[in-house]
């Protein structure tokens, strides 16, 4: 048989989906990881990416801010990762949340700062003009009119998170990681194939439905405004 085969094989094998090292429960144990990695990187990077990009006088400051959480980008997560498993963190799932959050955080921060500071001068001046406070023309203007933009880097961070949970199974955690390094250990190729099928088709799901989901949150006015 070949590898493809032995791929289809053990997925079909109802065995592999139940119990608690099962599909379904390290599916699940692979959304929470991720669901806390990207709440985590957005307590964070939102109001510091939204702070900044709303005022004028901090944009060096922003700009500067965005590039050097750009650059932290560059460490590789697993670095971050066996880093946090060497502290007093420990080993499991918590290095894991911890490192994917620093890995989320730069795009969430970004693209915040640069929606922000997108917006419009004159819609800017116009709420001024119209009496509306600093803070009224954040939450009612800027932010509304950033909000695809926002959304949209949620949405990346989400994504890139879900296919970088995986390697918590390295340091002991749990996940869909779990059945590719069993199967690295077993020398089982075929079910490396398919781990690595079912993180690649769960990362294209939460792809789908949060665009869909963005879709549908975003006001129709704001849609016709990036559609004009």
């Known amino acids: 048989m070949s590898y493809l085969q032995l791929a289809l094989a053990w997925l079909n094998d109802p065995l592999n989906w139940s ?9 699940v144990e692979h959304l929470t990881m991720s669901v806390l990695a990207v709440a985590l990187a957005a307590v964070v990077a939102l109001p510091v990416g939204i702070g900044l990009g709303h005022s004028g006088r901090a944009a060096r400051v922003g700009t500067a801010t965005v590039m050097t959480t750009n650059v932290s980008r560059a460490l590789p997560t697993f670095a971050l990762l066996t880093i946090f498993a060497s502290t007093g963190i420990g080993f499991g799932d918590r290095p894991t949340v911890l490192a994917a959050a620093v890995f989320a955080l730069p795009v969430i921060l970004a693209t915040a700062y640069s929606g922000i500071r997108g917006v419009d001068a004159d819609v800017r001046d116009a709420a001024s003009g119209m009496g509306m406070s600093g803070l009224r023309i954040l939450v009612q203007v800027e932010i ?6 926002i959304a949209a880097g949620l949405r990346t961070a989400a994504v890139q998170v879900v296919a970088t949970i995986p390697l918590a199974a390295l340091v002991g955690g749990g996940g869909l990681g779990r059945i590719v390094v069993e199967g690295f250990g077993t020398q089982r190729y075929g079910q490396v194939i398919a781990g690595g099928a079912l993180v690649a088709t769960l990362c294209l799901l939460v792809e789908g439905i949060l665009a869909v989901g963005q879709r549908v949150l975003t006001p129709r006015a704001v849609r016709s405004l990036q559609a004009g």
């Open 144 to 149: 509304p009119l950033a909000g695809p933009m």
């Open 19 to 27: 119990g608690s090292g099962g599909i379904v429960a390290l599916t």
